[in-house]
């Protein structure tokens, strides 16, 4: 990793946190589990890597945070790498405009949840990468250390037993498409993968790092190809249109990029053929989404006029 502290994307990011820190209003943690509800709103951190690795960053942008549902990202990419269109018959790729943990959809769909970011959907793609590699947490957390080229990443084990203690509603929801058939490993296998997953730790400079596949049209930070340029476009394509849940059109209307949170307050984006972005502040709006985060997002996208629009 390549870090330079005063080139070209620097001035945006140090405008941007300025900013950010004279912004008053920055929602609420997340408060289901103690680990998330105890976080400072008043964090912020920001960075962006060019595809070559090269990462820019500002305030906490090396503090590990949870990455929860941004690995929804990269679990689907890393078992689209491996079964292809198959995964679509049992996943949709519809916007729900529903809230991320939604169950309602999913009588009327035959257990076919809307897309592979609300959770019902993030179930079924981790259930199936488990089944095609017995471990889908790991898998995660190798290509995500790799990516970042950060070997201390690590999954944080008392936010996985936070998460199972509290973990009644994914737990329905992983019954609720086991009953339609469209579950494959025992629900309590997949919901420990699941919580595992959610868990991970990572910094905006990991995330943003892990992230450059999307933005190199599916190539890994080695050279070696994980999507092909169809699949990356895919995938950038359900972020824009479903990566913030019940949000998602507004956030393409302020960002106007691919983009997916997590409720520990993270947010990465993708500039195609250019860039990739993660804010982080644990601060959050009615639809689970980083207030500043979103907010820091829309400023580089209207300062560097780096948008998909
Ligand atoms: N662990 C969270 C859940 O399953 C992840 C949701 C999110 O980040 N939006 O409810």
Redesign the pocket.
């Known amino acids: 990793v390549i870090v330079r502290s005063t080139l070209t994307f620097q001035p945006v990011l140090d405008r941007i946190a300025d900013e950010i820190a004279q912004t008053p209003t920055r929602g609420r943690p997340a408060d289901y589990i103690p680990a998330l509800a105890a976080c400072d709103p008043a964090r912020f951190g920001m960075a962006v890597a060019e595809l070559d690795g090269t990462v820019y960053g500002v305030g906490d942008w090396r503090q590990p945070f949870s990455a929860?549902?941004i690995t929804k990202v990269f679990t689907l990419a890393l078992d689209l790498a491996r079964e292809a269109d198959e995964l679509w018959e049992h996943v949709g790729r519809e916007p729900s405009g529903n809230p991320?943990?939604s169950l309602v959809q999913l009588e009327y769909e035959n257990g076919i949840p809307r897309n592979p970011f609300i959770?019902a959907g993030a179930l079924v793609v981790t259930d199936r990468l488990h089944t095609r590699t017995g471990d889908a947490a790991g898998t995660l957390l190798d290509f995500l250390r790799t990516e970042s080229g950060n070997d201390r990443l690590a999954i944080d084990e008392d936010v996985a037993a936070s998460?199972a203690a509290h973990g009644d509603r994914?737990a329905a929801l992983g019954h609720f498409m086991a009953s339609y058939g469209n579950i494959d490993n025992p629900v309590p296998v997949l919901l420990d993968a699941y919580f595992r997953q959610?868990s991970v730790a990572a910094s905006c400079a990991d995330l943003a790092l892990a992230t450059g596949f999307l933005a190199r049209h599916g190539i890994r930070s080695d050279g070696s190809r994980l999507l092909t340029q169809r699949q990356a476009k895919q995938v950038n394509a359900v972020m824009l249109t479903c990566g913030t849940y019940d949000a998602a059109g507004e956030f393409a209307y302020r960002v106007g990029l691919p983009g997916k949170s997590?409720?520990g307050g993270g947010v990465i984006a993708v500039v195609p053929g250019r860039c990739t972005l993660c804010a982080w502040s644990p601060g959050l709006d009615e639809q689970?989404n980083s207030v500043a985060g979103v907010a820091a997002l829309d400023r580089f996208t209207t300062l560097t006029g780096l948008s998909v629009f």
């Open positions: 929860q549902s991320f943990n959770n998460e994914n959610c997590g409720v689970g």
